[in-house]
């Protein structure tokens, strides 16, 4: 069994900075493309970041600039580097990974529980 753990969410001012972190773990044979989505309240999970297990990143264009992902692929971990955070960027961000369990031939799509994060003053 596969799961995907996200730490890392609170509550901080406008302009602030967090980091959130997801971990994978379970019986893994390989893990491709992971990411962070979001959803806000009333609006639909979007894609904030992705990275490829290359290292190729691609960003919503509202967080281009202010966001990093990273991941460390011996860790099987993902993170994501908020700085310069808005109100809009309030949501529950969730950590995705395309991952090939073990025994399977393809990757299935695994997604964390959730983590809030809250900007606001």
């Known amino acids: 069994q596969v799961q995907l753990v996200e730490s890392g969410g609170g509550l901080v001012q406008p302009g602030g900075s967090l980091r959130l972190s997801c971990a994978a773990s379970?019986?893994?044979?390989?893990?491709?493309?992971m990411g962070w989505y979001r959803q806000a309240p009333g609006k639909q999970r979007e894609l904030v970041a992705h990275?490829?297990?290359?290292?190729?990143?691609n960003y919503a264009d509202s967080v281009k600039g202010r966001f990093t992902i990273s991941r460390d692929n011996a860790k099987k971990t993902v993170s994501l580097q908020m700085n310069s955070l808005k109100p809009e960027d309030t949501a529950v961000y969730y950590c995705?990974?395309?991952?090939?369990?073990?025994?399977?031939?393809?990757?299935?799509?695994?997604w964390g529980q959730g983590t809030q994060v809250t900007v606001s003053s």
């Open positions: 995705n990974g395309k991952i090939t369990p073990l025994g399977y031939s393809s990757d299935l799509n695994y």
């Open positions: 379970g019986s893994i044979f390989s893990i491709n493309t």
């Open positions: 990275i490829t297990s290359g290292g190729s990143t």
